[in-house]
């Protein structure tokens, strides 16, 4: 079992920055795949970011390619996504995840969860 816990979520205005960490504790955080993916109210949730255990490997959506960066601190037990150039259609539940194996793009790739923390930007 792996344990995550995001946190770093918060109220920002457009255009701002923000950092979100995710902790995991239960296995060897080294082994395992990590991805940043997000719901906004009313819709499904999408894939943001992944990084693989060694951090040679790096996914983004489209979307947030070019203004957010995901990196990871094995030592830590930690993964990060810093956000810059936020906007409003941002705004939505972010959620860590992991998985053993090669890093994947889809919700249903990964098997463990953390709760997933908020982030609000204000136009």
């Known amino acids: 079992q792996v344990q995550l816990v995001e946190s770093g979520g918060g109220l920002v205005q457009a255009g701002g920055s923000l950092r979100l960490s995710c902790a995991a504790s239960g296995r060897t955080f080294s082994n395992y795949a990590m991805g940043w993916f997000r719901q906004a109210p009313g819709k499904g949730r999408e894939f943001v970011a992944a990084i693989s255990w060694s951090a040679d490997t790096i996914y983004y959506a489209d979307s947030v390619k070019g203004r957010f960066t995901i990196s990871r601190d094995n030592a830590k037990n930690s993964v990060y996504l810093q956000m810059n150039s936020l906007k409003p259609d941002d705004t939505a539940v972010y959620y860590c995840?992991?998985?053993?194996?090669?890093?994947?793009?889809?919700?249903?790739?990964?098997?463990?969860w953390g709760q997933g923390t908020q982030l609000t930007v204000s136009s």
């Open positions: 995840a992991a998985r053993k194996g090669v890093v994947a793009g889809t919700v249903t790739q990964y098997d463990y």
